[in-house]
C-alpha cells in the first residue's frame, strides 16, 4: 500500500513540474511575439463616432443593440465598432484614440469616443451619445461655410 502512495505521488509530482514547464515556456513565448509596433490614428474633426467592447463583456452586450440603431438612424455617421480584448491591432486604436483625446488611463469597456469626448458605460452612453451624433449629422448637413 505504501509502495502505491509513493508512485502516485511521484506521478502527480512529475505531471505537476511538466505544467509548471508548460506554463513558463508558453508565457515567455506569449511576451516576445507581441507586436510593438504603435497605430496612429488620427481622431480630427471629431467626426468619427469609435465604439470599443469586448467580446464577452456584459455591459457592452446591452449597448450593442443602442449602438447597432443609432448606425441605422444615422447612416451618414461613421460608427466604428472595435472589439479590443481579442483584437491586437484594435487595442492599439483604443490606445490611441485614447491618447488623443487626452486619456492616459482608459477606464474600460464599453467605451464611446468622439473627438475629445470620452463616454464611458451602460449608462452614459445612452444617455448621452445620441446628441453627439446629431451634431455630427446636423455637420454634414450644413458644413461651415
Not at 511538466?18 to 504603435?38: D, E, M, N, R, Y
Request: glycine fraction near 6%.
Amino acid at each position: 500500500m505504501d509502495r502505491i502512495i509513493k508512485i502516485f505521488i511521484a506521478v502527480f509530482a512529475i505531471i505537476a513540474a511538466a505544467t509548471v514547464a508548460v506554463i513558463l515556456v508558453t508565457s515567455s513565448g506569449t511576451a516576445t511575439t507581441t507586436p510593438t509596433t504603435a497605430v496612429a490614428v488620427d481622431i480630427g474633426d471629431g467626426s468619427t463616432v469609435f465604439f470599443f467592447y469586448g467580446e464577452e463583456c456584459p455591459h457592452c452586450k446591452k449597448i450593442e443593440p443602442f449602438i447597432d440603431n443609432l448606425s441605422k438612424k444615422y447612416p451618414d455617421v461613421e460608427i466604428q465598432k472595435l472589439e479590443i480584448w481579442h483584437n491586437q491591432t484594435n487595442q492599439q486604436i483604443y490606445t490611441s484614440v485614447n491618447a488623443a483625446a487626452g486619456i492616459t488611463s482608459p477606464s474600460g469597456v464599453p467605451e464611446i469616443v468622439v473627438g475629445k469626448v470620452v463616454l464611458v458605460g451602460e449608462v452614459e452612453i445612452p444617455q448621452k451619445l445620441e446628441a453627439y451624433v446629431q451634431a455630427i449629422e446636423k455637420k454634414k448637413v450644413n458644413p461651415a461655410p
